[in-house]
Every structure is written in C-alpha cells, then in structure tokens.
C-alpha cells in the first residue's frame, strides 16, 4: 500500500482532505495520511511505514508518525539548490515541487524465505511420512521428533549448512571484541578496507591472554576479603602484544633482529607463509568470550562471519530445501538406533541413507557452478614465463 503526496510549486496535496493547500517554498512539515490510501491506518506506527522524497528513502531520525500525521524534524532534503537559485538549508520540509511518497512496510514480507522450511513443518512432514502402522517407525512421541530434529538441525550448522551469521564492528581502541550471543565457532574474520575488500586475518599462534593472578612486592598471591584470588585485566603478555606493530619492519641488525617476534619472521631466513601477510592477527578467549586484536587494526571495520546451532530463535529453526531430505533421514535413524521395536536391519539401512543424503545435502549447499569453477581454474593453467 502507498499513500501518495504531489508538491507542486506553491501548493502540495494533503491526502487527508484530497485538496489543495497552499505551500509558499516548500515549508509544510505536516502531512496527513487518510484509510483511503491506508486501510490499516489504525493500526500504523513509525516503524511500519518508509518516507521516500523523489524516490531517497529518508532516515527516520528525520520525522516522526503520529497517527495519522507525518511530520519532518530534521533536514531532508533541503541541501538541494531551489528553482529559484535559493538554497533550502533552514526549514525541514521537502523542498517545493518534489514528490512525498509514505509506503507501509509488508511485516509477512520477507525475500529469500522459500528456499527454507522450518522446524515445524520437518516435525510434521516426518510424522506423516515415517511413523504409523506398516512403516518403519510404527510410534513415536512428537516430542522425541522435535528433540533429534532440532540435534541434527545444530549438527548440520557446524559443517553441511551455509554460514549465514555475519557481524560488522568498528574495532575500538581497546582491540577487543564480544563473541555474538550465540557463537560456536568462526569461520573467518577480515576487515574492510577503504574499497570494501574483505582482508583475512589470521589467529595468532606465538601469544595469548592467560590469566593474570595479582601479586604483592614479595610475589605473594594477593586475595580479596572473601578469600578469592585477585586477578589482572589483561595479562602483561596480551598488553604487550596489543603495543607492538607487528606489520612494522624494522631497521635493526644482529641480535635485535632475532628477538623481534614476527618483524622478521619469515624474511631474515625465507618467507613463512603463515606470517606472509599485513592485514593483523587475532586471538580468541574462549573464557571471558573476547576476541583480541593486533594493534594495527585499530579504528578498521571488521567483519566477523561465525557458526550458530540455529536454536536461538523460532525464525532460525529452519533448513535449507536442499538439505531437507537428509535432516528426515537424520531423525528417522536417530529415532530408529533408540527403539527397540524397529528391527536392526532397518536401523543399518537408515544409517546408510543418513549419511548418504548429507553428503549429497553438503554438495547441493557447495553451490559449486561449472561456469565459474571455469574460469577460476583458467587462472591456473597460465604460464609463468622466465
């Protein structure tokens, strides 16, 4: 549904009355919506709706909704010269002679939702098409369907199912990051440098962050007054690789060299390829759910793209349809391998099928396209001419 608003000089169109007003300059900040154009205008708020001028979407910290009148509080599009050679850089009205269009957002919409299914109807599917009389699982409980559908949709996750977790930060000065609420695992971290190409990073293998345990002047343990160890945050060792420049080179000769912990590994005695690269380093803390980062990539964008079991939520207990039938052949042989009413030979053959679908599922999901692996192995049959 759209509601339509056509600024004409000196005049606009105030829906709600269907005339005509007059608008000297473009200074009306006021619009008013009608059920005409609307008929879920009651049940409208802010967040549903979208305000476009000429066609730009407009920042919605830039107006307000109060049923049923749209008013603009900041700056729009008013940087635009007027016809007359006059800039509009004072009022926060659309300027004069342009085009207000309010569309009300689809909530049901959502791109991309057919290519998945959702738990709930595994469950349902799979208790009509493998348990009843005459089939292999003759009974079972609906809650027993849900408990191994929801293990094999978390153990797809881990290594058949596509990454589709991404985060994007802004690295503080402090160089650490929280794991996402609900990371497994990662499977990479690059930052964006300024063409908005992804640079891998890598873990760092020769630090960490151990626990600092605090001592007095004798070395002694210190401990609070309920008798708890007192610890530092971070260790000494995790400070001193956050002040390090480890993509710096160095100048230094002889011993001082050798005690640089990466500025001349690889290059003094030949190229490492594990440091063969600038971009920075990173180390996670698997206790305190920090990632650590190297000094040089303070202040850098960085992307995170991790694993989830997919349990956090009702929207994300879904499957990918092309790993659908391997998720039933999952909870049927689990099902199958606890019963004692099924016969062996059927619990064999459905372990067979299980992973005999997953890997067929794994294939699918590589979306590997001839077309492209093409012109990607083209690349590796050049001659490299001496």
């Keep these: 549904m759209a509601g339509l608003f056509n600024q004409t000089q000196e005049s606009y169109y ?26 879920t205008l009651s049940s409208l708020v802010e967040s549903t709706i979208q305000v476009f001028v000429n066609g730009n979407e407009i920042d919605p910290a830039n107006y307000t909704f109060s049923q049923p009148t749209l008013t ?4 729009t599009n008013n940087e635009t010269e007027l016809a007359d050679g006059t800039s509009g850089t004072t009022a926060n009205a659309p300027i004069d002679g342009y085009t207000l269009l309010v569309k009300e957002k689809a909530g049901s919409e959502r791109f991309g939702e057919y290519q998945y299914i959702s738990l709930d109807n595994i469950v349902n599917n799979f208790l009509i098409a493998y348990v009843g009389e005459g089939k292999i699982i003759p009974k079972v409980r609906r809650t027993d369907v849900i408990f191994h559908a929801k293990r094999g949709l978390a153990e797809f ?30 499977v990479k971290l690059s930052y964006s440098d ?7 990073l890598f873990p760092t293998r020769v630090t960490s962050n151990p626990t600092a345990i605090l001592q007095d002047s004798s070395y002694d343990y210190l401990f609070n007054e309920d008798g708890d160890l007192l610890k530092g945050e971070p260790s000494s060792t995790w400070a001193k690789y956050k002040a390090s420049k ?3 080179s160095s100048t230094n000769t002889g011993d001082d060299a050798d005690v640089e912990w990466r500025a001349n590994e690889g290059k003094r005695y030949g190229l490492t ?42 929207g994300e207990m879904r499957i990918h349809k092309l790993a659908e039938e391997a998720l039933y052949k999952h909870v049927a042989y689990s099902i199958a391998s606890t ?32 077309e492209e692996m093409n012109l990607v192995m083209r690349n590796k049959s050049k001659q490299i001419k001496h």
Excluded: C
């Design 273 to 314: 390829p594990e440091f063969a690269q600038d971009n920075g380093s990173f180390y996670i803390d698997q206790l305190l759910g920090r990632i650590h980062f190297s000094s040089n990539l303070s202040g850098k964008t960085l992307l995170l793209n991790y694993i989830s079991d997919k349990l956090g939520t009702d």
């Design 194 to 200: 300024s063409n908005g190409i992804e640079r891998r």
């Design 14 to 39: 105030r829906q709600s009355q269907a005339t005509w007003s007059t608008n000297p300059n473009g200074t009306a900040t006021a619009f008013t919506l009608t059920s005409a154009y609307f008929p």
């Design 157 to 186: 996750s881990y290594d058949a199912l596509r990454s589709e977790k991404a985060q994007e930060i802004d690295v503080p000065d402090s160089l650490i990051m929280k794991l996402p609420h609900d990371y497994v695992n990662y």
């Design 72 to 75: 603009f509080t900041g700056r």
């Design 246 to 248: 480890n993509s710096s």
């Design 339 to 370: 019963h004692i009413t099924v016969p062996s030979a059927y619990v064999g053959l459905l372990k067979k099928e299980k992973f005999a679908t997953l890997r067929n599922a794994k294939i699918r999901l590589s979306n590997l396209k001839s």
